[in-house]
T-cell receptor, first 116, second 115 residues
Framework: GAGVSQSPRYKVAKRGQDVALRCDPISGHVSLFWYQQALGQGPEFLTYFQNEAQLDKSGLPSDRFFAERPEGSVSTLKIQRTQQEDSAVYLC??????????????FGSGTRLTVV | AQSVSQHNHHVILSEAASLELGCNYSYGGTVNLFWYVQYPGQHLPLLLKYFSGDPLVKGIKGFEAEFIKSKFSFNLRKPSVQWSDTAEYFCAVIPPFFGNEKLTFGTGTRLTIIP
């Protein structure tokens, strides 16, 4: 497709449940980013991949959060033993190389996670 | 320390009024600057971006922004707003660290346009 696709669009999880959020980036985009957006806040960086390599995971809030991109395209963000504070919109973005003249992030529509 | 500051949390304007939303950043050196818009339940379309060159950048939907290096600012402007501009606006920066492509966002400004 032409844009970044995220699934599911909405997810309700019981506290303690594991969840997996999927991101399909734009074809050919080498960089992929995950952001967490709490209600009324700006997006906060979680982690960043260049192809299959996870270059920066400094934003992951705890070891319950894990992201992977095994073949350098689709990425999955996994949250284990979900807590109420994990409730947020999780945004994925992809981008061509920084040196590309048309550089810019393209964001997906996000997954709204609600932990009850 | 807040690296990207958006001073206005909520701005209310009437249609046809002029708009200016403030954005300041705290990094020295060369930065890449962006404005994104977020409509309710939607993703984050890019309004405009500044990498280098002419400090006055024109974006989509009649928006523009001016990069003022001496003031560390990148304010967003529109001469005449429309009801459809009601949304959340985010300023974002890629800091000048080699190999870093991480976007850092401000906290956002909610814009409400009254018909």
């Amino acid at each position: 497709g032409a844009g970044v696709s995220q699934s599911p669009r909405y997810k309700v999880a019981k506290r303690g449940q594991d969840v997996a959020l999927r991101c399909d980036p734009i074809s050919g985009h080498v960089s992929l980013f995950w952001y967490q957006q709490a209600l009324g806040q700006g997006p906060e960086f979680l982690t960043y991949f260049q192809n299959e390599a996870q270059l920066d995971k400094s934003g992951l809030p705890s070891d319950r959060f894990f992201a992977e991109r095994p073949e350098g395209s689709v990425s999955t963000l996994k949250i284990q033993r979900t807590q109420q504070e994990d409730s947020a919109v999780y945004l994925c973005a992809s981008a061509p190389p920084l040196t590309a003249i048309d550089y810019g992030y393209t964001f997906g529509s996000g997954t709204r996670l609600t932990v009850v | 320390a807040q690296s990207v500051s958006q001073h206005n949390h909520h701005v209310i304007l009437s249609e046809a009024a002029s708009l200016e939303l403030g954005c300041n950043y705290s990094y020295g050196g060369t930065v890449n600057l962006f404005w994104y818009v977020q409509y309710p339940g939607q993703h984050l379309p890019l309004l405009l971006k500044y990498f280098s060159g002419d400090p006055l950048v024109k974006g989509i939907k009649g928006f523009e922004a001016e990069f003022i290096k001496s003031k560390f600012s990148f304010n967003l402007r529109k001469p005449s707003v429309q009801w459809s501009d009601t949304a959340e606006y985010f300023c974002a920066v890629i800091p000048p660290f080699f190999g870093n492509e991480k976007l850092t966002f401000g906290t956002g400004t909610r814009l409400t346009i009254i018909p």
